[in-house]
């Protein structure tokens, strides 16, 4: 496992790069999922693909910007879904950005995955690793390195509400879910990347993140193998829960590698809330 949180380490130092200094504009292509693909995704993509490909326990690559998986080595232990550059479109306007790892054994589905990683690119540029050691917060220094800095874990209750979707079509009970927050004191933390709006959360020691299905997207947006199931492992790992308002993330199973699903994460008591609402609906 180390040296493919190595190789997450090699390639996040270059994407850092490309993404301070290098064209943020849109290609001629789209992905699996119809979103157009900036120059960034696809070359980010290459970037992570590069620095797996000699690695001989990952077995196949499955990318967020890739149609079918990509085999690597026959006898490889690790599956690998990724998300190259998660919230790409915020770079254009200097927000954070980030890439999303799952490490999974077998197939893609939650209860075979084994690690999770995410890269935040920001004023900092951080690296959060989730297995059976917890979840651990990595930083780059002054040598262009990641050092440790500290464990991470949430508390049972937290005062950020991070709410997606788009409001127009949420569920009306969805929305008494959401105001009820806002009602109980919770501050609006949404910056439209689920890498830094995750992490926020996950740094101040607790709140909720939702990405609902809606009446245009009932499914929701997040993609499980490379968004929603290392996230639900980070933040079920951290101390929180994670859960499709009624299921558990991680007992989901994947039929394609592209499938999206309703999401929650967050603190225990946040979570019990959507269960209550959720559970008739
Ligand atoms: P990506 O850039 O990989 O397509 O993912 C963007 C995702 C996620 O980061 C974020 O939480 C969500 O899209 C934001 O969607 P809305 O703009 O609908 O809130
Ligand atoms: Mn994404
Ligand atoms: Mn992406």
Redesign the pocket.
């Known amino acids: 496992m180390q040296e493919i949180y190595d190789a997450i380490q090699k390639s996040a130092i270059v994407i850092a790069e490309m993404i301070a200094h290098d064209d943020s504009g849109y290609s001629e292509n789209q992905n699996a999922t119809g979103?157009t693909q900036l120059e960034l995704d696809i070359r980010s993509d290459k970037v992570i693909e590069e620095a797996f490909a000699p690695l001989t326990s990952i077995k196949e690559l499955a990318s967020?910007e890739k149609e079918g998986p990509h085999p690597l080595h026959a006898g490889g232990k690790y599956l690998i879904g990724y998300?190259p550059?998660?919230?790409?479109?915020l770079a254009d306007v200097n927000l954070s950005v980030g890439s999303i790892f799952g490490i999974y054994e077998n197939d893609y589905s939650g209860k075979n995955l084994k690690a999770a990683v995410y890269v935040v690119y920001g004023p900092r540029i951080e690296m959060v690793t989730a297995d059976e050691n917890g979840v651990q917060l990595y930083r780059v220094a002054r040598d262009n390195r990641f050092h440790f800095i500290r464990k991470l874990s949430l508390g049972t209750q937290g005062k950020l509400n991070a709410p997606?979707?788009?409001q127009k079509n949420w569920a009306p009970w969805h929305k008494e879910l959401i105001d009820g927050f806002f009602a109980e004191g919770y501050r609006l933390r949404y910056s439209?990347?689920?890498?830094p709006?995750l992490h926020q959360i996950l740094i101040k020691g607790g709140g909720i993140f939702s990405?609902p299905g809606t009446s245009d997207v009932p499914k929701g947006?997040?993609r499980k193998v490379f968004?929603v199931f290392p996230f639900a492992f980070v933040y079920e790992k951290a101390g929180g829960e994670a859960i499709d308002g009624r299921q558990r993330l991680l007992d989901l199973e994947c039929a394609h590698i592209h499938d999206t699903t309703p999401c929650f994460f967050g603190s225990k008591e946040e979570i019990k809330k959507v269960r209550n609402v959720y559970a008739n609906h």
């Open positions: 979103d967020e998300d550059l998660d919230g790409s479109s997606g979707g788009t439209g990347g689920m890498v709006d990405y947006k997040l968004e």
